[in-house]
């Protein structure tokens, strides 16, 4: 009964404002929860059937046209070319490239036709929303971010020569003193210290926590400990491009995610005493009369506006609602906070706002397993809160506390995000998590929720704009009329990397807003090209392209208003061609010539090298035709679960990310019923698990784990042969109407794979450990000997899903003394299975 009120909270405050149909029914849905508390794996399957897919797309790849040219120019081997006869498509990992640019450039330069992937514009819509988003935080959000602290903290002293003599006031000052002053030396390049010199202590301490970015313990605002997350600190995303970002990603990490509490967390280990709810209360009421007081509400609000327009709303009380609310239960001042009748009407008015509760559980909250009660987030004042985001929400309701039974379930799944926003063919591929926790009920709802958005809603931010694009990927009930390769679960398991690699790109660019939950050349030309056909991508591409317009003519922005103008007339081109494509009629003169203009390489003076075409008119940057060669390979941490399910401090730390541009080959018929075969660049997504609250930047993503590791899900290898042209490995399909007729290619057994890197190492190695879907849910164990074959140390010993982990290894034994130099071995077991390796430590 608990679980059902909360969802049905969580649904009011979801409604309110966030684009919800009007007809939405509470009732309807508490009725829904209620017909299926019990619903298990396959009831959710059956209340949103996929369908199934071919199995196969015979095709003689041999007999298209192109296909001698494709094979000469990329030298395909065998595998790939059996890819292609079974699915009418493949992918390899052999044929990579640093970008779509130098991807396109190739099959441009070979004279090949050429494949437009939706991949491809994804590509493109990422690399410009990050260089805008850069460009806003550059030129408007640190400039009046330093102004709006400045100012604020500058009204402190004459506050307290105003409440003299009342002791509850002048300590929540002093917060309010340490709160602004950590967070204006953390954007400033030189430290500013306190206004009073009885602060020094504590804004150095933490300060140094800050540096240390490790989760710490600490009675911040109160007596009561709570556990502050600071590995949250850790720059990373765009921001590690300059100090300033650096700096600007820092300070407003601190006040995105330190919350002052207006009530109490129900349901965690250690809540804030009613005196510390008091006073952090006491003290968001300084804040915001501070802002009022130095004329600095416009600044706010014109910050929150822009955040808002781009990502979405704060998942909490801004200053504008604790300044409304003030006055509404007739509240003068943060005195008037003092009193505790004034108090307690304030807290009882919050409790019936849309506002009040957060949604999603990004702290760290400890809660007692035994305990009934889920954890409920206290209500929290923030400064510049976190934005609240769809796909954060899902991660954060299928994990512990929502999920307990029959044994606590500490990591959501990538795949969870995809059904909830609709792709019910992830279902087939997550039954092995089902069969281990039982949250079928859970997903149910939350797809229930989502189902319940207007249209109108996933044009609302760029942010749902963007997740909107994604989701037109979905796999159409509907299958027959499409092309045959594209009717193959193959395929669809394809555009579930192309929605998974581009939504970590969503995730990436969005690192410090969104919240997360926890628990060409001359006499060279494309002959032919085909765009993939999915004329909703494009609608969807080109609503979320005029969205953008609208909200950067608003700011006077007229460079990025006319890329948005450019991408949005580009979009509906290209979404004309792919109706075309499928209703099999002939495209004009215009667009032929539209397609084998996509990409051009151009020499200009001593060499300098600059790409031309509509392609790389879809990056907005300094200069679109150097952005579309850029190498783009990002890392995003998603999740967090601070212990495993037995209470064990762990700290892992889910990351998804893009890896280096793969070449794609197609077959399709034309028209005029040819065959041909086209090749074109897709995304490679890629996903793992840290421990140790390790997050991840893009430098050491890009220098270490990607080049070393391999962190693609196994449900890719039906369509994806290796880095050596071969098979990956386990293969995993989605549901299918029949077995294949075509004989399958060999692929690679159940192995158990290990990497070790860097190797030799002096510092620390990171073992990457790939547990297959065919050995989820076993024990693993990791252990270290030396040569004499004596344990030094066990790293690991847990029961995991499968998926890709990184263990570190920091060359300590189990008695946290120094290891010598020389040779050591892993030794990671997970049932019958095993796996070796050797590694040298060099001091």
């Given at each position: ?7 049905l ?7 309110a404002?966030?684009g919800?149909?009007?007809t939405f029914s509470?009732d309807?849905?508490q ?5 299926n508390k ?7 399957e059956?209340m949103?059937?996929a369908?199934?897919f ?20 990329f030298?395909?081997t065998n595998?790939?070319k059996?890819?292609v006869?079974k699915?009418?498509?493949m992918?390899s ?15 441009f330069?070979?004279d090949?036709?050429v494949?437009?992937?939706t ?13 805008i988003?850069?460009?806003v935080?550059e030129k ?17 002293p ?6 003299t003599?009342?002791?509850d006031?002048?300590?929540?000052l002093d917060?309010?003193d ?16 306190p ?6 202590n ?6 140094e ?5 490790q ?6 605002f109160?007596e ?8 949250q ?5 765009h921001?590690?491009?300059?100090e ?5 990603f ?6 995105g995610?330190t ?6 967390t129900?349901?965690?280990a ?12 006491i003290?968001a009421?300084?804040?915001?009369e501070?802002?009022?007081?130095a ?16 990502i979405g709303?704060?998942?909490?009380v801004?200053?504008?609602n ?9 509240l003068?001042s943060?005195?008037?906070?003092t009193d ?8 009882e008015?919050l ?5 009040a509760?957060?949604?999603i ?40 506390d ?7 379930r ?5 795949l969870d ?6 792709n ?6 997550l ?6 926790y ?8 939350l797809r229930y929720?989502?189902?319940s ?7 609302s931010?760029?942010y ?6 994604i989701r037109?990927?979905?796999?159409p009930?509907?299958r ?23 939504w970590?790109q969503l995730?990436h ?6 919240k ?10 494309y002959?032919?090209g ?7 991508f ?8 005029a ?7 608003e700011?006077?922005?007229r ?8 991408l949005?007339?580009t979009s ?6 792919a109706?075309?494509?499928?209703e099999?009629k002939p495209?004009s003169?215009?667009?032929?010539i ?5 990409l051009?390489?151009q020499t ?7 790409y ?11 200069d679109p035709?150097k952005?579309?060669i ?5 890392v995003?941490d998603?999740?967090t ?9 762990v ?9 280096f541009v793969n070449m794609?080959i197609?077959?399709c018929?034309d ?21 140790n609250f ?17 962190l693609?899900?196994?449900w ?5 042969a290796?880095k050596?042209?071969g098979p990956?490995?386990e293969?995993?399909a ?17 192995a ?11 510092e ?13 849910g ?21 029961d995991?899903?499968s998926?890709?982990y990184?263990v570190?290894?920091?060359g300590?034994?189990a008695?946290?003394?120094?290891s010598e130099s020389g ?13 070796t390796?050797?590694?040298?430590l060099?001091?």
């Amino acid at each position: 009964m608990a679980s059902r009120i909360l969802l049905l909270l969580l649904a009011l405050s979801l409604s309110a404002g966030q684009g919800f149909a009007q007809t939405f029914s509470v009732d309807s849905y508490q009725q829904f929860l209620e017909e299926n508390k019990s619903l298990d794996a396959e009831g959710l399957e059956t209340m949103h059937e996929a369908g199934l897919f071919k199995s196969e797309a015979p095709t003689s790849f041999s007999s298209a046209a192109y296909a001698g040219d494709i094979d000469a120019v990329f030298e395909l081997t065998n595998y790939e070319k059996s890819l292609v006869n079974k699915n009418g498509f493949m992918v390899s990992e052999r044929l990579s490239y640093p970008s779509f640019g130098e991807a396109l450039h190739h099959v441009f330069i070979k004279d090949l036709p050429v494949f437009i992937s939706t991949d491809a514009v994804l590509q493109a819509l990422h690399k410009s929303y990050d260089n805008i988003l850069i460009s806003v935080e550059e030129k408007i959000l640190i400039p009046k971010l330093h102004d709006l602290l400045t100012g604020m903290r500058g009204q402190l002293p004459g506050m307290a020569k105003n409440y003299t003599g009342n002791p509850d006031i002048l300590r929540s000052l002093d917060d309010a003193d340490i709160y602004l002053s950590v967070a204006l030396t953390l954007l400033s390049k030189e430290p500013v210290g306190p206004t009073s010199p009885r602060n020094i202590n504590a804004v150095n301490e933490l300060l140094e926590m800050i540096d240390a970015e490790q989760p710490t313990a600490y009675p911040l605002f109160g007596e009561s400990n709570r556990t502050l997350d600071f590995s949250q600190m850790t720059v990373r995303g765009h921001y590690t491009q300059s100090e300033e970002l650096g700096r600007y990603f820092r300070a407003m990490m601190w006040l995105g995610r330190t919350e002052i509490y207006l009530s109490e967390t129900k349901g965690a280990a250690s809540p804030p005493s009613k005196e510390d709810v008091k006073r952090q209360t006491i003290m968001a009421g300084l804040l915001a009369e501070s802002m009022r007081n130095a004329n600095m509400n416009a600044t706010h609000q014109e910050m929150d506006k822009i955040l808002g327009f781009m990502i979405g709303e704060s998942d909490n009380v801004t200053p504008v609602n604790m300044m409304d609310l003030m006055g509404e239960v007739g509240l003068t001042s943060a005195l008037d906070l003092t009193d505790e009748a004034k108090l307690l009407a304030f807290q009882e008015a919050l409790a019936n706002k849309p506002y009040a509760g957060q949604k999603i559980l990004s702290q760290i909250l400890f809660t007692d397993p035994m305990s009934p009660d889920k954890i409920t987030p206290a209500s929290a004042f923030m400064l510049f809160g976190q934005r609240f985001v769809i796909d954060s929400y899902v991660m954060a309701n299928v994990v512990y506390d929502k999920v307990a039974e029959p044994s606590p379930r500490m990591l959501p799944s990538s795949l969870d995000v995809l059904f909830a926003l609709g792709n019910d063919a992830a279902l087939h591929l997550l039954q092995p998590e089902f069969q281990r926790y039982h949250y079928a009920k859970q997903l149910a709802g939350l797809r229930y929720l989502i189902d319940s958005y207007e249209p109108e809603f996933w044009n609302s931010t760029l942010y749902t704009g963007w997740l909107g694009a994604i989701r037109t990927l979905n796999p159409p009930k509907e299958r027959t009329q499409l092309p045959r390769f594209m009717q193959t679960a193959a395929w669809w398991q394809q555009k579930m990397n192309t929605q998974l690699a581009s939504w970590a790109q969503l995730r990436h660019d969005n690192l410090l807003y969104a919240k997360q939950s926890y628990s060409g050349g001359i006499g060279c030309s494309y002959p032919k090209g085909y765009v993939e056909p999915i004329p909703a991508f494009y609608d969807a591409v080109a609503s979320y392209a005029a969205r953008g317009a609208d909200i950067f003519a608003e700011m006077n922005l007229r460079g990025v208003t006319s890329y948005f103008e450019q991408l949005e007339e580009t979009s509906r081109t290209l979404e004309e061609i792919a109706y075309k494509e499928l209703e099999h009629k002939p495209l004009s003169e215009e667009e032929i010539i539209f397609l084998q203009s996509t990409l051009s390489r151009q020499t200009v003076g001593c060499g300098d090298v600059f790409y031309t075409g509509w392609y790389p008119a879809l990056f907005y940057g300094g200069d679109p035709g150097k952005e579309v060669i850029k190498k783009d390979l990002l890392v995003a941490d998603v999740h967090t679960a601070p212990t495993d399910e037995d209470g064990a401090f762990v700290g892992w730390v889910m990351h998804v990310g893009t890896g280096f541009v793969n070449m794609a080959i197609v077959t399709c018929t034309d028209s005029e019923g040819n065959t041909t075969a086209y090749a074109g660049p897709v995304m490679s997504y890629h996903e793992h698990i840290t421990t140790n609250f390790k997050r991840l930047t893009d430098e050491e993503w890009s220098a270490s784990y990607l080049e070393e590791a391999s962190l693609r899900p196994d449900w890719t290898n039906i369509y994806l042969a290796g880095k050596d042209g071969g098979p990956r490995g386990e293969v995993i399909a989605l549901k299918t109407e029949s077995p294949s007729s075509v004989e399958s290619p060999v692929t690679g057994h159940s192995a158990l794979r290990v990497e070790a890197f860097p190797n030799p190492f002096d510092e620390a190695v990171t073992i990457s450990v790939n547990v297959p879907p065919s050995l989820a849910g076993k024990e693993v164990v990791l252990q270290i000997y030396d040569v004499r074959g004596e344990l030094v140390t066990e790293l690991l010993r847990e029961d995991l899903s499968s998926g890709s982990y990184m263990v570190r290894w920091d060359g300590r034994g189990a008695n946290g003394r120094k290891s010598e130099s020389g040779s050591y071995f892993y030794k990671v077991l997970i049932g019958e299975a095993q796996a070796t390796g050797s590694i040298e430590l060099v001091r």
